[in-house]
């Protein structure tokens, strides 16, 4: 049990009502888990108002509400807090709840597009191999140590955050590396945290089904940086147009990687090939397993970071070398007739034509290269021409199939794709809805030495069509349908 004035340290309160020494028992954002003694936060989503479920809270016991708008009916049993953002609120309570974990460890944030879930993934396995006991927060899996946990958001909700952090000053870990999404930034959920460093990767279209702009999604992801204190870091990709502007205002440490200007961190790729990369990083040459100069990259936010944090440099490069890429990031394999599949999680342009140039420049160009693409239903629908003209632009055959329509009709997802593909390249295109069939088509299409490329969905091991989820995972699927093929 928590007193509940302890719990609210650091939260702007406007009014309340009631008594704020009472012991509470746990925090609750969903009406629906509340138990006796909790208190509940009110938040506004996009689907659904907790403001809503004030009164069905009580009745299963909350003591203490938490909201931006006080009710029209007050229980006299029940404490009222009125907050002028429930968002806040909850970080700021989560975190004094759980004793303020991100205090006692080296947390570091990264953000941008796309490359996130690859840096904090191998900054997590670098870290591990140099004898640390290290936390992941991310897009694929939550790790405490040892012990791995499913995510289901790129950055979990304040609450969810604060648990695992303590869970890791429990289990003894000294790092951990967090995914810092826009949504989570814009949504409050990183608020309260203690970053020590914080990572900029890249900054192109996508989210903009949730932000009204682009400036909007490029000002959130700013305010991270701008909140850093002067103790942590900023590493930022100075190659990318936003990423001195990501510079501006903070007064953390300022930090540049780059391939193609001056920078803190500088790497020159001298060879790059389908088995990894030679770099050149600051007068030292690496080989790491990784492919292309979009990991080029990664690599170097992960080095710099290394650094930063203290390990000897040239130890650093040393653990770079070991690195293992991440699951559903430029996963490849060879089948037995020679056919070569790459599953790789690009879902915005820019990720997708970073993929398709790095195989484009590996390649001998006798071979097809074969893209399998599709879009998310109830997503950014912006992207859609784009993610086609890209895929049809830059591969010998492309075809468009369903990724996760959610409540949308394939079809009109598949239409909509489709007003983006050039005359001239329509003989290159098909489109499949059915995403097995698809794949079993690009298979059936491709010849000994030929490269497939599945685009979009990466790690997911599932395809959502109509609100529910079926098993589905890329990868699995064409090993299978490449295996029967062989026979």
């Known amino acids: 049990m928590k007193i509940l004035k302890d719990i ?19 925090i609750e954002f969903d009406s629906r888990k509340v138990e006796a003694n909790d208190v509940f936060v009110a938040i506004r989503g996009s689907l659904s108002d907790g403001h809503d479920y004030i009164e069905k809270a009580i009745q299963l016991g909350a003591k203490a509400i938490i909201c931006d708008t006080l009710p029209e009916n007050i229980a006299s049993e029940v404490t009222y807090i009125q907050v002028k953002d429930t968002n806040t609120a909850l970080a700021f309570m989560a975190a004094n709840y759980f004793e303020d974990p991100s205090a006692k460890l080296k947390l570091v944030g990264v953000t941008g597009t796309n490359g996130k879930t690859t840096i904090a993934s191998l900054l997590f396995q670098l870290f591990q191999k140099a004898g640390f006991k290290v936390g992941l927060l991310s897009t694929v ?21 604060n648990h695992y952090l303590n869970e890791m000053i429990e289990a003894g870990v000294t790092h951990c590396f967090m995914e810092v999404s826009s949504h989570g930034i814009h949504q ?8 020590v460093g914080g990572i900029f990767t890249n900054l192109s279209h996508d989210h903009l089904d949730y932000h009204p702009t682009f400036a909007e999604y490029r000002d959130v992801k700013k305010s991270f940086f701008d909140s850093l204190p002067k103790s942590a870091f900023v590493l930022s990709n100075i190659d990318d147009k936003n990423g001195s502007v990501m510079l501006q205002n903070t007064v953390a440490k300022k930090l540049t990687y780059a391939l193609k200007s001056y920078a803190d961190y500088r790497a020159q790729i001298l060879e790059s090939q389908l088995s990894g990369l030679l770099l050149k990083i600051n007068d030292n040459e690496v080989w790491v397993k990784l492919i292309g100069t979009f990991n080029a990259y990664n690599v170097l936010a992960i080095y710099g970071t290394a650094v930063e944090l203290g390990i000897d440099s040239l130890e650093a490069l040393r653990l770079l070398s070991d690195l293992e890429s991440v699951s559903g ?15 790789d999680y690009a879902h915005t342009p820019d990720a997708l034509e970073n993929v398709l140039k790095t195989i484009n420049d590996i390649r001998t160009k006798n071979e097809q290269l074969i893209t399998v693409v599709g879009c998310g239903g109830n997503r950014d629908k912006t992207k859609r021409p784009i993610m086609a003209k890209m895929a049809t632009d830059l591969s010998d055959k492309a075809v468009l199939t369903s990724d996760n329509p959610r409540n949308e009709d394939p079809e009109v997802i598949l239409d909509e794709m489709e007003q983006g593909v050039e005359p001239q390249n329509y003989k290159k295109m098909l489109r499949i809805t059915d995403r097995k069939q698809a794949i079993k088509t690009a298979c059936q299409l491709a010849q000994s030495k030929d490269i497939i490329l599945i685009a979009g969905k990466g790690h997911e091991t599932y395809q959502e069509v109509n609100g529910v989820r079926h098993h589905f995972d890329d990868m699995e699927t064409v090993k299978e349908i490449l295996e029967q093929l062989n026979k």
């Open 8 to 26: 609210l340290y650091k939260v702007a309160i406007e009014s309340a009502k009631g008594s704020t020494d009472v012991a509470i028992s746990k």
């Open 141 to 161: 899996k939550i790790v405490v140590d040892k012990t791995e946990y499913p995510a289901t958001h790129t950055t979990p909700d304040s609450l969810t955050i």
């Open 188 to 195: 409050k959920r990183t608020e309260a945290l203690h970053f």
């Open 329 to 343: 990031r430029f996963q490849y394999i060879v089948s037995d007739g020679g056919i070569t599949a790459v599953v």
